[in-house]
T-cell receptor
Framework: SQKIEQNSEALNIQEGKTATLTCNYT??????LQWYRQDPGRGPVFLLL?????KEKRKERLKVTFDTTLKQSLFHITASQPADSATYLC???????????FGAGTRLAVHP | DTGVSQDPRHKITKRGQNVTFRCDPI?????LYWYRQTLGQGPEFLTY????????KSRLLSDRFSAERPKGSFSTLEIQRTEQGDSAMYLC??????????????FGQGTRLTVV
């Protein structure tokens, strides 16, 4: 069956360090992979999209990689700040690009 | 346009009652999605519309759940005879159709349902 896996344990890092979150998937061949941020009690907010023919994408302090051979995406936040503390969700476009399928998310806590 | 709007933000209901939630998408988006999210989990797909047509429903969506988008603008999600297991955050999202090449989804703030 199709599955998207993200680290279920919270990631705790020190302010200023780089946070790296992992998303692994099985039984998918996604053309697109997306990352969202979700704060408690609020809806997810789109951050970045990467296409299958792109190895890496950057946006300000964010960087996403996409390895279709390993079936894995890595999400990096450089120079992390306490305001980056949130849950980060990985999502794949499925069903002819018609719907997003989400992983369970990884909670990031950045400590001052 | 201020984004995707959901109403109410919170709903507490007694088991067995019916509830209805409303979603107003971004006006330029013809795709509208409903998701359900429980604590510690990612959003779980329920159903989606293109304009007024409901194109897909999750197998997880029981007969007690029904969604409509009568004029291709706002949508409603109704749950009949609520059960405690229905307690969750119900999220609505909208986006452009895939053919436009813009695949990001815009979510509302969600409706938190508590069934007591």
């Amino acid at each position: 069956s199709q599955k998207i896996e993200q680290n279920s344990e919270a990631l705790n890092i020190q302010e200023g360090k780089t946070a790296t979150l992992t998303c692994n998937y099985t039984n998918y061949s996604p053309a697109y992979l997306q990352w969202y941020r979700q704060d408690p009690g609020r809806g997810p907010v789109f951050l970045l999209l990467i296409r299958e023919n792109e190895k890496e994408k950057r946006k300000e302090r964010l960087k996403v990689t996409f390895d279709t051979t390993l079936k894995q995406s890595l999400f990096h936040i450089t120079a992390s700040q306490p305001a980056d503390s949130a849950t980060y969700l990985c999502a794949l476009l499925s069903g002819g690009y018609n719907k997003l399928i989400f992983g369970a998310g990884t909670r990031l806590a950045v400590h001052p | 346009d201020t984004g995707v709007s959901q109403d109410p933000r919170h709903k507490i209901t007694k088991r067995g009652q019916n509830v209805t939630f409303r979603c107003d998408p971004i006006s330029e988006h013809n795709r509208l999605y409903w998701y359900r999210q429980t604590l510690g989990q990612g959003p779980e797909f329920l159903t989606y519309f293109q304009n007024e047509a409901q194109l897909e429903k999750s197998r997880l969506l029981s007969d007690r759940f029904s969604a409509e988008r009568p004029k291709g603008s706002f949508s409603t999600l109704e749950i009949q005879r609520t059960e405690q297991g229905d307690s969750a955050m119900y999220l609505c999202a909208s986006r452009f159709p895939p053919k436009e090449g813009r695949h990001e989804a815009f979510f509302g703030q969600g409706t938190r349902l508590t069934v007591v």
